[in-house]
């Protein structure tokens, strides 16, 4: 899953905010920065080349992306860790940086709580988190081809997990019950371009949780064929490009 999740959904639907991400906490002027959820480490190798002088911890609850990530950028540590029970001393960092994890975290002011725990005082908690699956192109597209391929019971891996935290009410009532000042809350609506609709397509059913919930439910080469079809009908044949919307949020400690 790393590898596929890395050729076929990086570049198109995470480096760009991985990009706006980097630049923001670059801003900050960081010394000592904690990421969470960094996956394969889009986000951390473009930390390490905004900020060459920060020291950079990279976490993940994935033993696989961690082994992954170390070896896209090895410039940062890298440790196997649950973002709700983190393995670091208080007041450790004055930065914690998350690229589109906090919405798998069961039980987010929990990990919210964690990192305002290991940030020193006055340092910051800089996230962000998908918009409603709507305002996502390239995911209302697959999952409209999931729906069509499952017309009975489609996996919901998308609306439910990385759409499911949508609501910036929400999300700010989370940090303000963690300990945390909203600083700062930004819609960014970024473009993502593939070279077709079928990558993207192979990057979500071979790279996330949806190759699981398809496999459960049976003919993977005809539900392929079905999403591929879908994808390319809404979002056009050869190269394409579509809209991502997210929300980044700035916390202080």
Do not use: K
């Not at 999300?171 to 600083?183: I, M, P, Q, R, S």
């Not at 879908?230 to 949020?249: C, D, H, K, Q, S």
């Amino acid at each position: 899953m790393p590898a596929a999740y890395e050729q076929y959904l990086v570049p198109v639907v995470f480096r760009p905010f991985a990009e706006d991400l980097a630049a923001r906490a670059a801003a900050l002027r960081p010394r000592r920065v904690l990421e969470l959820a960094a996956g394969t480490g889009v986000l951390t190798s473009l930390l390490l080349a905004a900020a060459p002088s920060v020291e950079v911890t990279a976490t993940d609850l994935n033993e696989a992306m961690v082994a992954f990530g170390a070896s896209r950028a090895p410039g940062a540590v890298w440790q196997l860790a649950d973002a709700q029970r983190l393995p670091f001393p208080d007041g450790g960092f004055d930065l914690v940086v998350c690229q589109f994890g906090v919405m798998f975290f069961p039980d987010r002011v929990a990990a919210f709580t964690e990192a305002r725990r290991v940030l020193a005082p006055g340092g910051r908690f800089l996230f962000n988190t998908w918009g409603p699956l709507g305002t996502h192109a390239f995911g209302a597209a697959l999952q409209a081809g999931l729906e069509r391929a499952f017309p009975v019971d489609p996996p919901r891996f998308l609306p439910t997990v990385p759409h499911g935290y949508c609501d910036p009410t929400v999300v700010a009532a989370d940090l303000t019950a963690a300990g945390f000042t909203v600083e700062a809350e930004q819609e960014v609506t970024l473009e993502g371009r593939a070279a077709s609709a079928a990558d993207v397509a192979l990057g979500f059913l071979t790279g996330t949780p949806v190759r699981a919930a398809v496999e459960e439910r049976g003919d993977g080469p005809a539900v392929r064929a079905t999403v591929i079809g879908e994808m390319t009908a809404r979002l056009g044949a050869g190269p394409v490009a579509a809209p991502m919307t997210a929300y980044v949020f700035l916390g202080a400690a």
